[in-house]
């Protein structure tokens, strides 16, 4: 019922930029302006965390470590959230997937892996 499909990872060096995209799609999203969503990280050997996250309106909230560098956005229309990453830095690195804000337990995708290394 529900797919969230992760894109727009890669290699990227300290300082670099890339643009990630989730595409949201299911019977659930059918009314996806109105849910909350975010973008979390898991980092090898770390919890699952969340890094940014948007209301359907557009307010945004960010974890510490990425204001500033990170913007997370979104287009009702095409069901889709985006993350904008710049001055990426090492610790930057891991599988980055978007949820729901709270998180849907059930519905994690295959994520996107991000490596910031020189």
């Known amino acids: 019922q529900v797919q969230l499909v992760e894109s727009g990872g890669g290699l990227v060096q300290p300082g670099g930029s890339l643009r990630l995209s989730c595409a949201a799609s299911g019977r659930l999203f059918r009314l996806f302006s109105i849910y909350s969503m975010g973008w979390y990280r898991q980092a090898p050997g770390k919890q699952r965390e969340l890094v940014a996250s948007i209301t359907g309106s557009g307010s945004t909230n960010y974890q510490d470590s990425v204001k500033g560098r990170f913007t997370i956005s979104r287009d009702n229309a095409k069901n889709t959230v985006y993350l904008q990453m710049n001055s990426l830095k090492p610790e930057d690195t891991a599988v980055y997937y978007c949820?729901?804000?709270?998180?849907?337990?059930?519905?994690w995708g295959q994520g996107t892996l991000v490596t910031v290394s020189s």
């Open positions: 949820n729901t804000d709270p998180p849907r337990a059930d519905d």
